[in-house]
């Protein structure tokens, strides 16, 4: 598979097969995101929770891609349908095959509303994503979270992911340290920060990060992309 970071925290997911997920699509008015919302052409979207700055763009990009599917937590689902696309609802603990690729929702520690609306609507529980890849590799997209110890014991010892998405910008997530002890719990081969530099309220630096990773765990391998660089696995 391969991976393409697009700033902040969305991502572009390509299965081997060719189907092309993109996760927390916050692109026009992503600050780190060089691309316009026509750029982009998921066969997939996937929604970690309702800010804005993940939800993005998805009305746009799915209104430009009819034949994608939105996948988000139940609540947000019920607001796209409403606004005419295609989405599919899921929960918690809950996995969908599209294609290639099975997608399990699991927990994040986060509010969830829809911030860009005056009266903020409740917008379902915040998530994290695992995708399970044809060829058994695992990618998790921790959305916007704080530590919580069922990283080691949910995430890490039975979903077992080879690459591990980690927020560590602080204010609205963990930061570098924080992030540094769920790269231990969650223990994937190789990890990759987000959420961080987009504003300048999450400055931090990656290679701190990427220094206290290694100083816990020798297996675990820090990957710092350029937003835009493709990793292949
Ligand atoms: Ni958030
Ligand atoms: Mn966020």
């Not at 607001?79 to 994040?108: F, P, T, W, Y």
């Not at 997530?173 to 999450?202: D, G």
């Not at 990060?209 to 493709?230: D, G, Y």
């Amino acid at each position: 598979m391969k991976l393409r970071w697009l700033g902040h925290s969305a991502f572009e997911l390509i299965s081997n097969n060719g189907l092309n997920i993109l996760v927390d699509p916050f692109i026009q008015a992503n600050p780190a995101c060089p691309l316009n919302v026509n750029d982009v052409h998921p066969d997939v979207i996937c929604i970690t929770h309702g800010h804005a700055d993940h939800y993005g763009d998805t009305i746009e990009i799915a209104r430009n891609n009819p034949n994608a599917v939105v996948i988000s937590n139940y609540e947000i689902s019920i607001h796209l349908q409403r606004n005419g696309i295609n989405a599919i609802g899921i929960n918690c603990g809950a996995e969908i095959a599209i294609g290639d690729v099975s997608i399990r929702m699991l927990e994040a520690r986060h509010s969830s509303s829809l911030d860009f609306e005056i009266d903020l609507p409740y917008a379902g529980s915040p998530g994290s994503f695992l995708f399970n890849f044809e060829n058994g590799q695992k990618v998790f997209h921790a959305g916007d979270t704080g530590l919580f110890s069922d990283m080691k014991f949910v995430i890490g010892e039975v979903y077992r992911p080879d690459v591990a998405l980690l927020p560590i910008g602080n204010i609205f997530t963990m930061n570098p340290a924080e992030a540094a002890i769920a790269a231990e719990w969650i223990n994937p081969q190789v990890v990759i920060p987000m959420h961080y530099n987009s504003f300048p309220s999450i400055r931090q630096d990656p290679e701190e990060f990427s220094k206290l990773v290694s100083e816990k765990s020798s297996e675990c391998k820090t990957l710092i992309p350029k937003v835009m660089e493709t990793l292949e696995f």
